[in-house]
């Protein structure tokens, strides 16, 4: 039997977004997961959500292996048209759920519609 794939939540982070999500969740008190949106540019948008799927930091934007994001990006600060991912990575223990659907609809279920 395989589990249907539920893509908001099944994502997986890369090494070098995972360093970046733990610097996030250390500044980040009250986060309880943290947002990944990746862009058809290479740069990625990150910020950490709380338990009321409220933003809990800043948005950090940043791209591999460069010091600052690329051209696009400073114009159009990571379009929402040129999202190619976009999911919650959660702190262990992950929230149950509920939370975690509740979340992601306020999230990203919103502005998934067209
Ligand atoms: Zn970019």
């Known amino acids: ?10 994502q ?9 999500i733990e610097g996030i969740l250390e500044g980040s008190p009250d986060g309880i997961g943290v ?13 950490a959500v709380d338990k009321n799927g409220e933003p809990a930091s800043k948005v950090i ?6 010091l600052s994001i690329c051209d ?13 991912v976009e999911f919650i990575h959660w702190m262990k223990p992950e929230p149950d759920e509920t939370t975690r659907q509740t979340i992601e609809a306020k999230v990203i279920g919103i502005r998934t519609t067209h």
């Open 1 to 10: 039997m395989k589990q249907p794939t539920k893509p908001t939540s099944q």
């Open 12 to 20: 997986v982070t890369e090494k070098s977004e995972e360093a970046m």
């Open 35 to 47: 947002v990944v949106v990746r862009l058809d540019c290479g740069c990625r948008k990150m910020a």
């Open 61 to 66: 934007m940043y791209r591999d292996s460069a």
């Open 72 to 84: 696009k990006c400073q114009k159009d600060n990571g379009a929402f048209a040129r999202v190619t």
